[in-house]
């Protein structure tokens, strides 16, 4: 991600496009402005959906040079690690909840192979847990919907949790990432409780012109 942690980047997620036609999906929302591509991906066992593997990300990698934002919803985050690494991947983002006393040695793994590590809390989850991974995280994802599919509805408290990360990482070099239910009448709100980084699927790729649409939530977001 670039330096300044509090620049907005839209980070479309490909869970909602048409897979057919992805690679044309992709450049649309680059196009329309976004400099992230947030890659949900899901096992069927950390949640109850189940999307793609690192073979994706290869194949995509040619695609765009936006950067390759994955998000490991998978119960052995550190089975994958390495294959999403090799596959083109910008950062890794893995689960407390899959991790729990080892999440630490993931995401210092994670940037031993020189990529950005993002640590991210589901919605029941105590953001406290944050705390002891501050200095070995680039960027913390709040979960702002159950993960497991696109197109929820967003979940209010997440707002409170959202300002308290903030809060509690404002002394470090931390991107915070909201990840579900965010739209163009949302988007503001969620970017003034504290977050610059912000995942839309169904608001991206779930409409009709995806370059405008994504340069509609840009400026939703960034108008002051
Ligand atoms: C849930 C996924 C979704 C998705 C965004 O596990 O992570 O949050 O990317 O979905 P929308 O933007 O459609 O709510
Ligand atoms: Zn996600």
Same mark, same amino acid.
């Given at each position: 991600?670039?330096?300044?942690?509090?620049? =907005?980047?839209?980070?479309?997620?490909?869970?909602?496009?048409?897979?057919? /036609? %992805?690679?044309?999906? /992709?450049?649309?929302?680059?196009?329309? &402005?976004?400099?992230? %591509?947030?890659? #949900?991906?899901?096992?069927?066992?950390?949640?109850?959906?189940?999307? =793609? &593997?690192?073979?994706?990300?290869?194949?995509?990698?040619?695609?765009?040079?936006?950067?390759?934002?994955?998000?490991?919803?998978?119960?052995?985050?550190?089975?994958? *690690?390495?294959?999403?690494?090799?596959?083109?991947?910008?950062?890794?983002?893995?689960?407390?909840?899959? %991790?729990? #006393?080892?999440?630490?040695?993931?995401?210092?793994?994670?940037?031993?192979?020189? *990529?950005?590590?993002?640590?991210? *809390?589901?919605? #029941?989850? !105590?953001?406290?847990? /944050?705390?002891?991974?501050? #200095?070995?995280?680039?960027?913390?994802?709040?979960?702002?919907?159950? !993960?497991?599919?696109?197109?929820?509805?967003?979940?209010?408290?997440?707002?409170?949790? /959202?300002?308290?990360?903030?809060?509690?990482?404002?002394?470090?070099?931390?991107?915070?990432?909201?990840?579900?239910?965010?739209?163009?009448?949302?988007?503001?709100?969620?970017?003034?409780?504290?977050?610059?980084?912000?995942?839309?699927?169904?608001?991206?790729?779930?409409?009709?012109? *995806?370059?405008?649409?994504?340069?509609? %939530?840009?400026?939703?977001?960034?108008?002051?």
């Amino acid at each position: 991600m670039a330096q300044d942690k509090r620049e =907005f980047k839209l980070a479309p997620s490909i869970l909602s496009s048409d897979f057919s /036609i %992805l690679g044309q999906q /992709i450049k649309e929302a680059e196009k329309g &402005g976004a400099k992230v %591509l947030h890659i #949900d991906v899901m096992d069927g066992r950390f949640v109850p959906n189940f999307t =793609f &593997g690192a073979l994706l990300v290869k194949t995509i990698r040619k695609c765009s040079d936006m950067f390759y934002d994955c998000h490991l919803m998978v119960e052995r985050p550190y089975d994958f *690690i390495d294959a999403f690494y090799k596959a083109g991947a910008d950062n890794i983002t893995v689960h407390y909840e899959a %991790l729990g #006393d080892e999440t630490g040695k993931a995401l210092e793994y994670i940037r031993s192979l020189g *990529i950005k590590a993002g640590l991210s *809390i589901s919605p #029941d989850t !105590p953001v406290e847990v /944050i705390a002891p991974y501050k #200095d070995k995280v680039d960027m913390v994802l709040i979960m702002s919907v159950y !993960p497991g599919f696109g197109g929820q509805k967003f979940i209010p408290k997440s707002l409170e949790r /959202i300002a308290a990360v903030r809060e509690m990482t404002k002394d470090y070099d931390v991107d915070i990432e909201v990840d579900g239910g965010v739209y163009d009448e949302n988007i503001k709100t969620v970017v003034d409780a504290g977050a610059n980084v912000i995942v839309a699927g169904s608001a991206v790729f779930g409409k009709e012109n *995806i370059a405008q649409a994504a340069k509609a %939530l840009i400026e939703a977001a960034t108008n002051e």
